[in-house]
C-alpha cells in the first residue's frame, strides 16, 4: 500500500468540500424558515407550487451532499488498512471538491432568491452565505487543478476498479442511471488506458 497523507493539502480539500455541503445546508435551513413565516397571494409562500418545487430541489442537493461528504469522510478513515478504500478517497476527494464547491453558489443563489430583496440585506445570514461561497472553489485547488488530479489518478492502477465498483453498488433500480453509469465507465477506462503521458508529476500526498 502506498503513502497516504503526506502534507495537510489532500485533508483541506476533503474539508472545503465538507464544508460546502454545511453551507448547502444552512442555506436551505434559512430558505425554508423564511418561507415558512412570509406570506404573500393569501398563503405560506413555502406552500406555493413552484417554492415547494425550489425547496425540494434545494433539500435533495444538500442531502446529496452531505452523503457524498460522509462518504468521503470513511475512505478516509479506512485507507489504512484497505487498498480499495485509499484508492477511492485520492478519486473522491478532488471529485467532491470539484463538484460541491461549483455547486455551493448556485444553492446559495437560490436559498438568497426565496427571501427575496431581503436576501440581499448584509444583516441576512443568507447574504453572508453567498458572498463567501465562491471562495470555496478556488481555495486549495480551482475547479481546473481538481479536475487534472481526477485526470491522474485514474492512471492510477486500481483506482478505476475501486470507483466504479462504488459506482455500481446503485445500478439496478433506474435505468437512467444505469446508462449513464456505463457510459461514464467506458468514458474513464477510455481514458486511463489510452492517455500518452502523465499529467503532472502527482501531488505529495
Same mark, same amino acid.
Given at each position: 500500500?502506498?503513502?497516504?497523507?503526506?502534507?495537510?493539502?489532500?485533508?483541506?480539500?476533503?474539508?472545503?468540500?465538507?464544508?460546502?455541503?454545511?453551507?448547502?445546508?444552512?442555506?436551505?435551513?434559512?430558505?425554508?424558515?423564511?418561507?415558512?413565516?412570509?406570506?404573500?397571494?393569501?398563503?405560506?409562500?413555502?406552500?406555493?407550487?413552484?417554492?415547494?418545487?425550489?425547496?425540494?430541489?434545494?433539500?435533495?442537493?444538500?442531502?446529496?451532499?452531505?452523503?457524498?461528504?460522509?462518504?468521503?469522510?470513511?475512505?478516509?478513515?479506512?485507507?489504512?488498512?484497505?487498498?480499495?478504500?485509499?484508492?477511492?478517497?485520492?478519486?473522491?476527494?478532488?471529485?467532491?471538491?470539484?463538484?460541491?464547491?461549483?455547486?455551493?453558489?448556485?444553492?446559495?443563489?437560490?436559498?438568497?432568491?426565496?427571501?427575496?430583496?431581503?436576501?440581499?440585506?448584509?444583516?441576512?445570514?443568507?447574504?453572508?452565505?453567498?458572498?463567501?461561497?465562491?471562495?470555496?472553489?478556488?481555495?486549495?485547488?480551482?475547479?481546473? *487543478?481538481?479536475?487534472?488530479?481526477?485526470?491522474?489518478?485514474?492512471?492510477?492502477?486500481?483506482?478505476?476498479?475501486?470507483?466504479?465498483?462504488?459506482?455500481?453498488?446503485?445500478?439496478?433500480?433506474?435505468?437512467?442511471?444505469?446508462?449513464?453509469?456505463?457510459?461514464?465507465?467506458?468514458? *474513464?477506462?477510455?481514458?486511463?488506458?489510452?492517455?500518452?503521458?502523465?499529467?503532472?508529476?502527482?501531488?505529495?500526498?
Amino acid at each position: 500500500m502506498r503513502a497516504f497523507i503526506k502534507n495537510n493539502t489532500h485533508y483541506i480539500r476533503m474539508d472545503f468540500a465538507t464544508a460546502s455541503a454545511g453551507m448547502m445546508r444552512h442555506a436551505l435551513n434559512l430558505a425554508v424558515h423564511h418561507t415558512s413565516h412570509r406570506q404573500a397571494f393569501g398563503a405560506t409562500i413555502r406552500d406555493l407550487p413552484m417554492m415547494r418545487n425550489t425547496l425540494a430541489d434545494l433539500a435533495v442537493e444538500a442531502e446529496a451532499a452531505m452523503l457524498l461528504g460522509v462518504r468521503v469522510a470513511r475512505t478516509a478513515n479506512n485507507a489504512q488498512v484497505s487498498d480499495a478504500e485509499q484508492h477511492l478517497n485520492r478519486i473522491l476527494v478532488p471529485i467532491a471538491k470539484h463538484w460541491k464547491c461549483r455547486r455551493i453558489s448556485s444553492v446559495t443563489l437560490e436559498a438568497l432568491e426565496c427571501h427575496g430583496g431581503m436576501g440581499f440585506v448584509e444583516e441576512q445570514p443568507v447574504a453572508r452565505l453567498y458572498r463567501e461561497a465562491p471562495m470555496n472553489s478556488v481555495w486549495e485547488g480551482m475547479s481546473a *487543478v481538481m479536475a487534472l488530479d481526477v485526470m491522474r489518478e485514474v492512471k492510477t492502477k486500481g483506482t478505476v476498479d475501486a470507483l466504479f465498483d462504488e459506482i455500481n453498488l446503485a445500478k439496478g433500480a433506474d435505468q437512467h442511471f444505469d446508462s449513464f453509469a456505463e457510459a461514464l465507465e467506458s468514458d *474513464v477506462v477510455d481514458h486511463a488506458g489510452h492517455a500518452s503521458q502523465p499529467i503532472d508529476p502527482p501531488l505529495d500526498i
